[in-house]
């Protein structure tokens, strides 16, 4: 046999084992035999026993697959585990009634106050508590430029603006405010609610309501703005497309805070003037109630999934907890004296509360209605927000300060 033949038949058997073999040990195979013919050494048969050395030898090819590379994400720290320190101290040209925080991821982290007829303005401050400008409170009426008295404010949900109650107006076209002491029938004045543009913080509309607004709030959908009418005892609906009041909802006796559930159907409002909770039904305007929660309500705040409600008692001291599905009390704890405003940390576990008479902040965990904090402020406070962009906690002092304080993980 040539050796032009014997190398065919060769390269006929490698081929064939290269499709029946796998292609690593052909391959292999095939640099033997061409290195046995490239030397001039040795024949077919040769060849072939050094591909049966090769194979024979070589230690089968494993492959090993690495496990998946994962990132381990810490669970957030709860609001229960953090305390609060006070940070700054804001003073100025200030009698503040309220402070409210804006959506910060949406409008820049802006906190509003309110400094009612005892300053005339709202002034508004960074997420660090420095003063970026002041608002008067006045505005050009047809009969001339009148003044408001700024009480509490509410952001809409996208940030874009806030409306703010006035607790009466001044000037001209308007003769009798006001006062705590009321009723519907006394003559007092329809007061307004302003409407500010969080990008030029101007104002850029004034809308008609009833007598003494005091809270303020905006549903999730943005439809409405709606504001408790202390003197007139009812509910003023705002359409906030037309800035018109379109409902005048009768509720009771000095109504105050406002809260309203996530589907923007519902609105409970305590009745301070009472022991009751009236549930509007913002489609039908029907009324609803919660009874016998306990002395003077006045302020309401609920948890995101809506399933609880909590609210102030001013006269009792007491803070309570409310299952909205059955309408029941399910929980109440003393915080101090006069309990007034209130917030609720983002993940629903603490409730941030102002003791009027007590001067002081009460910080409480939801789950078993238990004060795990309790801090001095200065004379009165009467406001508090929270304000997510840096998670602290701003409270509002009649005596004319603003307190930040961190709410943060205590040093080991």
Request: aromatic content about 8%.
């Amino acid at each position: 046999m040539s050796r032009r033949e014997d190398r065919k038949r060769h390269q006929h058997y490698v081929r064939r084992r290269l499709m029946v073999g796998g292609a690593f040990v052909a391959v292999i195979a095939l640099a033997v035999s061409v290195a046995a013919f490239a030397f001039g050494g040795g024949d077919a048969k040769q060849a072939v026993d050094a591909r049966r050395d090769v194979t024979t030898t070589l230690a089968p090819v494993t492959t090993t697959t690495l496990p998946p590379t994962t990132t381990t994400t810490l669970p957030p720290i709860p609001s229960t585990a953090k305390q609060l320190t006070l940070l700054r101290n804001v003073t100025g040209n200030i009698s503040p009634k309220s402070v409210v925080a804006s959506p910060a991821y949406l409008s820049g982290g802006l906190v509003f106050a309110q400094n009612m007829m005892y300053r005339h303005s709202i002034t508004v401050y960074d997420g660090e508590g420095n003063l970026v400008k002041t608002i008067p409170d006045s505005v050009a009426t047809l009969d001339g430029t009148v003044q408001g008295a700024p009480v509490e404010a509410a952001f809409t949900t996208d940030g874009r603006y806030a409306y703010v109650s006035n607790y009466s107006m001044y000037g001209p076209g308007y003769a009798h405010q006001g006062a705590d002491a009321c009723g519907p029938n006394q003559g007092i004045d329809n007061s307004t609610v302003y409407r500010v543009d969080t990008a030029t913080l101007a104002i850029d509309a004034s809308i008609a309501v009833g007598q003494v607004p005091k809270y303020v709030a905006v549903t999730p959908d943005g439809k409405f703005v709606l504001a408790s009418n202390w003197c007139s005892f009812d509910l003023s609906v705002i359409d906030a497309a037309t800035n018109l009041e379109v409902k005048r909802v009768p509720i009771g006796p000095t109504p105050r805070g406002i809260v309203v559930d996530p589907s923007s159907r519902l609105a409970y409002v305590a009745v301070m003037g009472s022991s009751d909770i009236a549930i509007v039904d913002l489609t039908t305007y029907a009324v609803d109630w919660i009874r016998g929660v306990g002395s003077s309500p006045r302020h309401l705040v609920r948890d995101q999934a809506g399933a609880y409600l909590y609210a102030t008692l001013n006269g009792s001291g007491q803070v309570i907890k409310i299952n909205l599905f059955t309408k029941e009390v399910v929980g109440r704890v003393s915080t101090g004296s006069e309990p007034r405003s209130m917030d609720i940390a983002p993940d629903g576990l603490s409730l941030y509360v102002v003791n009027y008479s007590s001067n002081t902040v009460s910080k409480v965990r939801t789950e078993d209605m238990v004060v795990i904090q309790t801090v001095p402020t200065g004379t009165h406070p009467i406001g508090i927000t929270y304000e997510q962009s840096a998670g602290r906690v701003w409270v509002a002092c009649y005596s004319g300060q603003i307190m930040i304080f961190n709410d943060l993980v205590p040093a080991a």
